[in-house]
């Protein structure tokens, strides 16, 4: 039998990222087209269509061999493949796995980015071995993607798994970027970090290597590395916010692993100690022993969880 | 075709209850026995079995016209039927519904007696119509289940859905029962409740008609609906410790509906005001338009939910 494959499409809001896999989820071919967002974005799946059609052609793939094509968006996708609003895009409401089935003539299947993300991290990332898993994003914002016996848990409308709005704090007078005052976003993310970070040098004497430099997510975990008295401090703080946040998740998910992700996880397993301290005091008994890991695929996450999301359902 | 039938279990730690249904969902036959909890519960699955032949005869039913029989145990329960650990019923780690099933030659699912519950709500109850819904029964504690598309959503090792654990305060110094500070139990449950109302009641000078009867959470909202100010300021705390906590839960698996349930319930629709009101504040926006309704089913919730148990098995 010939090998079949499958195509992995990511769709962000600059470039869509393209991979071919074959069903054993190797990665045969990885490419990328710009995100043409012109008249709301009508040119993007047609674009996704012929770049596919291009690589079926030019690699010589029977197109009885290809198993389908998975796709992550940013937005909430329902389980039919209709997308709710892709602001980024210029996407109202239209179904975009029947307009690439319609174009391509194959089984196409649409998730949320994050959670399609979180699918990937599973099959061959960090959660690998796992079912139930959590994957936490700790970027600009903080994005997350539930995954429930190994399938996606998306939510009535779609928006499951936006921990990043889960209210951690009472006290603040910040809002943030959803209008809300106290969600974990604003102490999680890279931003929050900083933000942590900037308050804590202007409140405290202590002397730091964040002084005399640009504070990032980076030179903070690097003055942590470095021994840096405040810049743990300050790691504490950010460790102890999101650590409480994945007390509450588990709470009500109960997952096996947690997978951290993000630009903020290029810090490295010394992240995870300041996270688990907290989770571990924060969270209900019965979770207490979800383990937690770094993600591994970083930007290839999406195709991998496209790629598995039509395997899934190709069965 | 014979009308054919199914059994509902709700095991209790005093009592079980047992529910004969019709495949259509009405139930036929309620009864109870008692939960024999000597010998580490070694006699309760057989005293099951013999109170469901004896009914499957006396009603000259055909065995082969029984679906199965579906049970709900009070402690974690995965999905081949294995209990882990029922304190309250003397059960180590057992396979109950494999030991059913041997006795009474029908097919047995058993769960987590809140997540049965919470099934049998979405399928003859408050939650009737919809297929992703959050269950919150305020009772001595506050406890939860969760049903994801129409399915329990048990956790990895069946820790899911045990919302009164989710940290909500963080300046506590009393202590949740389950040995953490914050819980939303501590607030929202019918205990908490009192316990609110005793602090305000210390704390402010204002008269009210709880200072010359007993504090529950019967007498706290019977003077919330006769307009007395302070039962009014007691009922806010309360609500807004469980609309912030119910926000976040939202975050996570964004259901349709909050059915509310347990003894704290019986106060009406007035207590929906309460938590709705804070909900809407908190909540991230993508889920704010969730629905709130009370639970219809009392104590029946879960026969009702075990039955659909073994129904949704059964095909």
Request: aromatic content about 6%.
């Amino acid at each position: 039998m010939a090998e079949r494959y499958c195509f992995g499409v990511d769709i962000g809001g600059t470039t869509v990222k393209l991979g071919l896999f074959n069903t054993a989820g190797d990665v045969k071919y990885k490419w990328e087209i710009p995100t043409r967002k012109d008249e709301d974005g009508k040119f993007i799946i047609p674009d996704i269509a012929e770049a596919i059609s291009k690589v079926i052609d030019e690699k010589k793939i029977d197109i009885k061999d290809v198993a389908g094509v998975g796709m992550g968006a940013p937005g909430p996708v329902d389980k039919q493949g209709v997308v709710n609003r892709c602001v980024n895009l210029g996407w109202g409401i239209k179904n975009i796995a029947k307009e690439l089935e319609d174009l391509l003539k194959v089984p196409v299947k649409a998730g949320n980015d994050a959670n399609v993300a979180a699918l990937g991290e599973m099959w061959k990332g960090g959660g690998k071995g796992y079912d139930n898993i959590v994957l936490v994003t700790l970027g600009t914002g903080v994005g997350g993607g539930i995954i429930i016996d190994g399938e996606i848990m998306a939510g009535s409308a779609g928006a499951g798994g936006e921990i990043g709005h889960i209210h951690v704090e009472d006290d603040e007078s910040e809002s943030c970027g959803c209008g809300n005052k106290g969600c974990l976003e604003q102490y999680a993310s890279a931003t929050g970090l900083v933000r942590i970070a900037n308050k804590q040098l202007k409140s405290k004497d202590k002397d730091s290597v964040l002084r005399n430099s640009e504070v990032t997510a980076k030179t903070v975990f690097d003055a942590v590395k470095a021994g840096d008295e405040l810049a743990v401090e300050i790691a504490e703080e950010f460790g102890e916010y999101l650590g409480k946040g994945l007390a509450v998740v588990a709470c009500v998910v109960n997952p096996e692993i947690f997978v951290i992700g993000g630009g903020v996880s290029k810090a490295g397993e010394i992240l995870l100690t300041f996270i688990e301290k907290y989770y571990r005091k924060y969270v209900f008994h019965a979770s207490r022993e979800a383990l937690f890991a770094l993600a591994t695929l970083g930007n290839d996450a999406g195709i991998y969880g496209a790629a598995k999301l039509v395997l899934d359902e190709a069965g």
